[in-house]
Antibody, heavy 121, light 110 residues
Framework: EVQLVESGGGLVQPGGSLRLSCAAS????????MSWVRQAPGKGLEWVAN????????YYVDSVKGRFTISRDNAKNSLYLQMNSLRAEDTAVYYC??????????????WGQGTLVTVSS | QSALTQPASVSGSPGQSITISCTGT?????????VSWYQQHPGKAPKLMIY???NRPSGVSNRFSGSKSGNTASLTISGLQAEDEADYYC??????????FGGGTKLTVL
């Protein structure tokens, strides 16, 4: 059974940092692109960042470029999101999601339960 | 990286059919057959309902179907049931090699 379990969320002051983790199990982690998707309270889903199987390619939404860094450790079956210079607008539930990418396919097939990040003084 | 456009809300009675639209551009919805749809109940994680425009994952009811015409994709739910009441989000791959989501549609079953 595929499982994605996020951790590391919490309350942080504006300008602060936080590192989110996602522990993956039930599949060959190193074979999949992985993403972080966030959802602000009462708002819609927003894709944040993704990373290729070997970590050689990374993409970010414009609003987090230069502040957030996505990484992975395939030996530990783990995905990470280092968040620096946090702003109030970064307050959201952050989901870890597995991407299915192929020549004729692209979608998020498994999601974690999310971890809440609150940026407030 | 502009969000895809969805109606904020739709509603229908049990047994009826509803359709949710998702409008983008030729750089996302219109340019790729990589539109997917997600169902999200309150406090829960999103669940994949349709992928690659019109394909259903194993375990998803055949009451859910997807289609696309030009820059607009659609999700149709037939034979509405109370359990279908949820938020629905579309997503598309884009020419920036990144995905984008729609703003979401709240489905109310009357």
């Amino acid at each position: 059974e595929v499982q994605l379990v996020e951790s590391g969320g919490g309350l942080v002051q504006p300008g602060g940092s936080l590192r989110l983790s996602c522990a993956a199990s039930g599949f060959t982690f190193s074979s999949y692109w992985m993403s972080w998707v966030r959802q602000a309270p009462g708002k819609g889903l927003e894709w944040v960042a993704n990373i290729k199987q070997d970590g050689s390619e990374k993409y970010y939404v414009d609003s987090v470029k230069g502040r957030f860094t996505i990484s992975r450790d395939n030996a530990k079956n783990s995905l990470y999101l280092q968040m620096n210079s946090l702003r109030a607008e970064d307050t959201a539930v952050y989901y870890c999601a597995r991407e299915f990418q192929a020549i004729t396919a692209y979608y998020f097939d498994y999601w974690g339960q999310g971890t809440l990040v609150t940026v407030s003084s | 990286q502009s969000a895809l456009t969805q109606p904020a809300s739709v509603s229908g009675s049990p047994g009826q059919s509803i359709t949710i639209s998702c409008t983008g551009t030729s750089s996302d919805v219109g340019g790729y057959n990589y539109v997917s749809w997600y169902q999200q109940h309150p406090g829960k994680a999103p669940k994949l309902m349709i992928y690659d425009v019109s394909n259903r994952p194993s375990g998803v009811s055949n009451r859910f179907s997807g289609s696309k015409s030009g820059n607009t994709a659609s999700l149709t739910i037939s034979g509405l049931q109370a359990e279908d009441e949820a938020d629905y989000y579309c997503s598309s791959y884009t020419s920036s090699s990144t995905p984008v989501f729609g703003g979401g549609t709240k489905l109310t079953v009357l």
